[in-house]
């Protein structure tokens, strides 16, 4: 069974830092794109970033380039969102996904998690 | 970065009756490769996101024939022939042929 699993979100003050981690199985991970993609409250989809199955090359929305970056670490079968300079406005849960745009041969998804940026 | 933008935002629908959605991008969504990375998803309340036509028009697995998608270029259509209650919830349009990749605004789905 395929399995996406988050963490790390939480509360924090503007100007601060997370790092959410996502922790992947049941499927060869090191093989596919991954991707963050995240939900403000009561809001649309919004596409955070993507990485290439080797790490060669990644793509950050301009909402958050320069603050945050994606990362993977194949033998451990994860994937990671460093999230600095935090705005109120990048309050939302955020989900790990990696979806066959181009194949239609996967569809994953994690539950997501909460990141709450407020004083 | 590529615009998307859904029409209606919102759609009461009888069970049993037809409903469709639209989406139009800002420019062409034909990739060099000469492919459309064109998605609708269905997101249902509570629940992430769930990919349901990839490339214009190809069902992911499992997704009932009710569901179906159209068209080229900038011009977009997901149609569901028979609105079943199970179809509740929030309907994306995406790009993906060129990044950043872009959602429409979403269109909620309400059964009358």
């Known amino acids: 069974e395929v399995q996406l699993v988050e963490s790390g979100g939480g509360l924090v003050q503007p100007g601060g830092s997370l790092r959410l981690s996502c922790a992947a199985s049941?499927?060869?991970?090191?093989?596919?794109?991954m991707s963050w993609v995240r939900q403000a409250p009561g809001k649309g989809l919004e596409w955070v970033a993507n990485?290439?199955?080797?790490?060669?090359?990644?793509f950050h929305v301009d909402s958050v380039k320069g603050r945050f970056t994606i990362s993977r670490d194949n033998a451990k079968n994860s994937l990671y969102l460093q999230m600095n300079s935090l705005r109120a406005e990048d309050t939302g849960v955020y989900y790990c996904?990696?979806?066959?745009?181009?194949?239609?041969?996967?569809?994953?998804w994690g539950q997501g998690t909460l990141v709450t940026v407020s004083s | 970065d590529i615009v998307m933008t859904q029409t209606p935002l919102s759609s009461p629908v009888t069970p049993g009756q037809p409903a469709s959605i639209s989406c139009r991008s800002s420019?062409?969504?034909?990739?060099?490769?000469?492919?459309?990375?064109f998605s609708w998803l269905q997101q249902r309340p509570g629940q992430p996101p769930r990919l349901l036509i990839y490339?214009?028009?190809n069902r992911f697995s499992g997704v009932p024939d009710r569901f179906s998608g159209s068209g080229a270029g900038t011009d977009f259509t997901l149609k569901i022939s028979r609105v079943e209650a199970e179809d509740v919830g929030v309907y994306y349009c995406?790009?993906?042929?060129?990044?950043?990749?872009?959602f429409g605004q979403g269109t909620k789905l309400e059964i009358k």
């Open positions: 996904a990696s979806l066959g745009l181009q194949t239609g041969n996967r569809d994953y």
């Open positions: 049941g499927f060869t991970f090191s093989r596919f794109w």
């Open positions: 990485i290439k199955q080797d790490a060669s090359e990644t």
């Open positions: 420019q062409s969504l034909v990739h060099s490769d000469g492919n459309t990375y």
């Open positions: 490339k214009i028009s």
């Open positions: 995406l790009q993906a042929t060129q990044f950043p990749f872009t």
